[in-house]
């Protein structure tokens, strides 16, 4: 796992040297069809990841985007109208078998589809309009990292190719760099870990491009540490959620610039009264006073590119602490890499 | 809260009665627009009962429906193309800001939009074209029950009147008496709790239609009894969160009759394998046979209408276990009934 971590620059390079011709191309034919839906279907990481494509893609192309629930496909047999509809599969494995399933009922009904996955010659490929490649070779680790960075890299291209003409940029190819630079909080995030190793619950929160992050760092320390966590937005955390914090309950939170900034310092205010434990992921110097702990990021990553630096540290939060708890992130108990459900 | 859980079989039956006339009207109106996406937009609660919401008119309708994230209206400030969409606010008390931020945003755009309220004079009224009330009185508790049943209820009325032409009936009328029977249930819930004083944390699962009781029980614990409550689909837990399962590690699930039960007799086996310790909301033996406690639903509750009925032994068990630990249901630490965010 901290090996896949440390290939994800170099591994994002490559994605966007080999794919972003046709990325381009793809948006173009799309961009022709009148498109005015936008469903991705995907489980587990690639859901996550899938997460941050529904607010990037519907912040930049304006056009609504749902999260499929296959099982109104898989069990309820339901027949969607999808004929102006762009489907999205996400699987790394390329194999899951419900996505897929997913996939082939909207090509029937006319929608065009891709998928975005790991694996050229895999069962998806065969079903989809296009496949988007990720090329940072074969994931071993349970735990997913370099395909879900991969996939969200595949959301910035797929928005650049969707967004109206004239607008302004993503200007993605700065991510490689800036996952480069966020490698090194690695000796940081090590000596962290420590105070976290008796954790049992926690809860993590992100909100807006960063929600997905939330989810990912949960995901990774169920898998990796078996620590139980939440995942919250820090607008739902405030619905109902927020009286589980008691004094030194421990919350993860990512605090980029932009937008979501101001409404997270006050979680952050709230918080502090309340002596819950927070560790923020930030660069802001106000949210880094506000916690109990913080990483702080590099100042000049804005809002929009700041969804794969950032959750980086978190990766290796999560690898690092499973080593300090004698665990094996690479083969937690009870999972495959590939999970089959319909 | 017990005394609002008990008042829900004549809530939701006066819900139906008042209602029913006005939802079956509005379904002509919609239908007559040529409607191709359904948007729900909520917190907390009210978006528990919005994902039901999702699925039943998904399946119902063939509609593709999308569940709205408030922050890409209100701090991203992105316009969508929603002038082919319907688009559904829930509120309990018709003042979520962000949500009625994004009705007005709807509106604008040429959506048409509907808001399931509790409120007749709130400001979500103001802004909707049709306004969907239940029937049930003021709720006092912060923890929501009849006002989600009655949006659930809701749900089932707008699938009713939006279905095809010809479609078979879902016959809600029968709710509120099946809602009746799971009350009956209280003496045993009340046994029941005294098992779970100290637990810590826990997972809640729901598949398809009852997935959003997942979301809803895990809320009620969190809120009432300061449980770390995680909520999956059963598809989802398989991937990934299967790993914090330990010996003894409470799971709580919902296992109506109908196309899911058959993937949750799988995961109650695994789960077995593992010694966790399960307890199930179901009418099937087996099943049961497979849990370690079982609430026995009566058998004659279809998959389709389970949803009301296997909830409100959830909410008894939430009402019951908060005062078995010491605790005021209804005035949960850190909370507020309505709660402001943009």
Known sequence: MLEEIAQQPAALERTINEERGKVARLGEHIKARNIDLIVLVARGSSDNAALFGRYLLEIVTGIPVALAAPSVHTLYGARLRLERALVVGVSQSGEGEDINRVLEDARASGACTIGITNEPASTMTGIVDETLLMHGGRERSVAATKTFTGQLLHFYMLAEALKADGAASLNYEAIPEYAARAMELRPLIEGLVERYVFM??????????????????????????????????????????????????????????????????????????????????????????????????????????????????????????ADAKGLDPDAPRSLAKVTRTL
């Open 200 to 321: 049992e619950n926690c809860v993590v929160v992100g909100r807006g491009l960063v929600y997905a992050n939330a989810f990912e760092m949960a995901l990774k320390l169920m898998e990796t540490c078996y620590v139980v966590a939440e995942r919250f937005s820090s607008a739902d955390f405030m619905h109902g959620p927020l009286a589980i914090v008691e004094r030194h309950f421990p919350i993860f939170i990512f605090a980029p610039p932009g937008v979501t900034l101001g409404g997270v310092r006050e979680l952050l205010a709230r918080l502090k009264e309340l002596r819950a434990d927070t560790l923020t992921f930030t660069a802001d110097a106000e949210a880094a006073r506000l916690s109990t702990r913080a990483v702080m990021m590099p100042g000049e990553i804005g809002e929009t590119l700041s969804v794969i630096p950032y959750i980086i540290p978190a990766q290796l939060f999560a690898a690092l602490l």
